[in-house]
């Protein structure tokens, strides 16, 4: 392929469609290698730098060039080859030119006669360094996938080898290529921070199915750091002096819990043990970050299952009524618009104290309350009286949040502060 060959797929990703460079018809790794360094070179130019250069070997003022430049200085400098037929360069040609033009900075015009629009748009945003339109990691995928490589096996040799290293191995020793699937045979290769998806508040993922209804609780604010006991050949995942995971180099094949009782049998330390999900008031008002992990074998790169992103669950309601009894009930109302409202939740509130709390601030604005515990009080709509709960999602056979726990009165916040009904019912369907 010669350089206008690549300037034509190169201009073509430039315009949106990277896929464009999966029909590069490259063959061996030399060909990558000498795209990849012209593409991505290691010594620019400055996009000041340059522009000073050519002006000075046109004899013009840099702020001339600045004024007729309606883009960027690679449009500007690639329009004076709009005339020009193309080259008749291969890749090893345009590399040493770009290299002397960077070196020397010199000859613009004869650069320009030499060179179309498209693969002088190439040309020069080598040579100033610009953002390219598509990334380092996109082109080794590109390469890999023409190989049959996966993306993720790519991913994590980059941790091991250089581009260079990796372009080499897709074709000439693709077992020196890390496969993510055998980090056991690089065990420092998964000493990298799990990766978890928030527990969307849309949506009840089923937990059931996904690893059994299990939780941990994770103390340290969910902070946790990995190590390599190279002599146990264990990697362990600690928050604070909590255990909460480990893996086996000799045994990458056990699930969360086998390998855990594994540890146990073995050290005496504290573990973070996977339990049965208890009620939503007991998530929600634990000290602990609360983590749904995957049960299955230890795997560095895959998602490790779902965290419990408390804030997201909680929700400014109005208290639109409330009920004495045994204990105290309350009716929450979302604003939808502007000054309507929608009822959204019915919330018990057990604890003595937070009964206390809202009472207080029931009478404080509505003066002598009603004793009659079996009647329901409901409350004018000019008197706004906040209260944050916390639920796991809206149910939607009920259009109501389902078991809202009551977090607390919000004696400073108003009208402007209350949960829009839109924001509560969101796109469930993920």
């Known amino acids: 392929m010669t350089f206008s060959d690549a300037a034509i797929v190169w201009e073509r990703c430039r315009l949106g469609d990277r896929d464009q460079l999966y029909k590069l018809n490259y063959t061996t790794p030399e060909e990558y290698l000498l795209l990849y360094s012209f593409i991505f070179p290691k010594e620019t130019l400055t996009e000041r730098m340059t522009l000073l250069y050519v002006a000075h070997e046109l004899n013009t003022p840099i702020e001339i060039l600045k004024e007729i430049m309606n883009t960027n200085a690679v449009m500007l400098l690639a329009s004076e080859s709009s005339g020009s037929n193309e080259s008749t360069w291969n890749m090893e040609d345009a590399i040493s030119i770009r290299d002397s033009y960077i070196e020397i900075h010199s000859n613009f015009l004869s650069l320009s006669k030499?060179?179309?629009e498209i693969e002088a748009r190439m040309f020069w945003s080598s040579v100033m360094g610009?953002?390219?339109p598509f990334t380092t990691l996109f082109f080794l995928r590109c390469i890999g996938n023409k190989n049959?490589?996966?993306a993720d096996v790519i991913n994590?040799?980059?941790?091991f080898l250089t581009d260079e290293e990796i372009i080499f191995a897709i074709?000439?020793?693709?077992s020196k290529l890390h496969n993510p699937k055998e980090w056991y045979k690089k065990p420092n290769a998964a000493l990298r921070k799990r990766k978890y998806k928030g527990w969307s508040k849309y949506k009840s993922v089923g937990l059931d199915d996904f690893n059994g209804g299990l939780y941990q609780e994770i103390p340290n604010k969910g902070i946790c750091e990995l190590s390599y006991d190279e002599k146990s050949m264990i990697v362990?995942?600690?928050a604070g002096d909590i255990v909460t995971d480990v893996a086996y180099v000799n045994h990458p094949e056990l699930n969360l819990r086998d390998r855990l009782t594994k540890y146990a049998e073995e050290y005496d330390e504290d573990i973070a043990w996977p339990n049965p999900i208890p009620s939503w008031n007991a998530l929600i008002k634990s000290d602990c970050s609360i983590r749904f992990p995957s049960t299955n074998a230890f795997n560095p790169i895959e998602y490790n299952g779902y965290v419990l992103v408390k804030s997201t669950h909680k929700h400014n309601l109005r208290l639109s009524g409330y009920q004495r009894g045994d204990s105290l009930t309350i009716k929450l109302e979302a604003i939808d618009g502007l000054d309507d409202y929608v009822d959204v939740a019915i919330c018990e509130v057990y604890i003595v104290s937070e009964q206390t709390s809202v009472l207080f601030e029931l009478e404080r604005r509505l003066g002598v309350l009603n004793e009659?515990?079996?009647k329901w009080i409901d409350i004018s709509e000019d008197i706004c009286i906040v209260a944050s709960v916390s639920s796991p999602f809206m149910d939607r056979r009920t259009e109501m949040l389902s078991d809202p726990v009551f977090l607390g009165i919000e004696p400073d916040l108003g009208l402007r502060d209350i949960t829009q009904?839109?924001?509560?019912?969101?796109?469930?369907?993920e």
């Open 114 to 116: 030499n060179m179309n």
């Open 130 to 132: 610009y953002r390219q």
């Open 148 to 150: 049959d490589v996966p």
């Open 156 to 159: 994590m040799s980059r941790d």
């Open 171 to 174: 074709f000439q020793d693709p």
């Open 236 to 238: 362990i995942e600690r």
């Open 372 to 374: 009659d515990k079996n």
């Open 421 to 429: 009904y839109v924001d509560l019912v969101g796109v469930q369907d």
